[in-house]
């Protein structure tokens, strides 16, 4: 067992929500082994500050279901492959986790793969935080139609976390425009989840946000890839967007 550093965080338990793209590294498609063990060394001072952490990963990087549909695959279907990919990229994470960084690690699955993931139990998870574990969360939400965003939101909600990480891959928080199309887009810092909503800001998708509003769940948007940033803000400081009830998180 890993040991933990003496730096606190402001927050006892967070839910990460790791997007497929960030698992390519500079191939821009599969799983990069580098960008893997980048995430790992995030999570892992994370959990050095003595926070209690769950991870749910994406799968974009190796199948997106409106993408496959958009090809001519059926729906359904394509949002089942597409949660195989979460899967993936989550044992691909347990292993670096476990053997680069000695930590503790259960990966839960929402559709059953016994040989080689828990399935996904609300306590069973709560029980494995407050062990100490790191959780990891594949399959989306186990249904077709529903995005990773929202089943970050689901499960941030059920296992009771503080705050819900969006990490963005070289994107630090919520813009009024798409800031790789203008260059003069404005950097919100604070929104309220309606505003998020009613503006269409990207921040995730309706449902997820909607999920968000209704559990008075703060989200953080920041930059995965900016040095320490995931540290900082743990330790309390503002870094990318904010978006909750108030602007001052207690």
Known sequence: MAKRANRKAIFSRIV???????????????TDPEAVKYLAQQIKSVWDMGVELAVVVGGGNIIRGWQAEAAGMDRATAD???????????????????????????TQSAINVQQIAEPYIRRRAIRHLEKK????????TGNPFMTT?????????????????MAKNNVDGVYASDPNVDPDAKKIEYLTHREALEKRLGVMDSTALSLCMDNDL?????????????????????????????????
């Open 16 to 30: 990460l929500k790791l997007s497929g793209e960030s698992f390519t590294g500079t191939r821009g498609f599969g």
């Open 80 to 106: 089942y492959a597409g949660m195989l990919g979460t899967i993936i990229n989550a044992l691909a994470l347990q292993d670096e986790l476990e053997r680069g960084h000695g930590l503790d690690v259960r």
């Open 133 to 140: 574990r790191v959780v990891l969360f594949a399959a989306g």
């Open 149 to 165: 965003d929202t089943a970050a939101a689901l499960r941030a909600i059920e296992i009771d976390a503080k705050v819900l990480l």
């Open 218 to 250: 703060p989200i953080i948007v920041f930059d995965l890839f900016a040095k320490g940033s995931i540290e900082k803000i743990m330790a309390g400081e503002q870094l990318g967007s904010l978006v909750a009830a108030n602007p001052v998180l207690s």
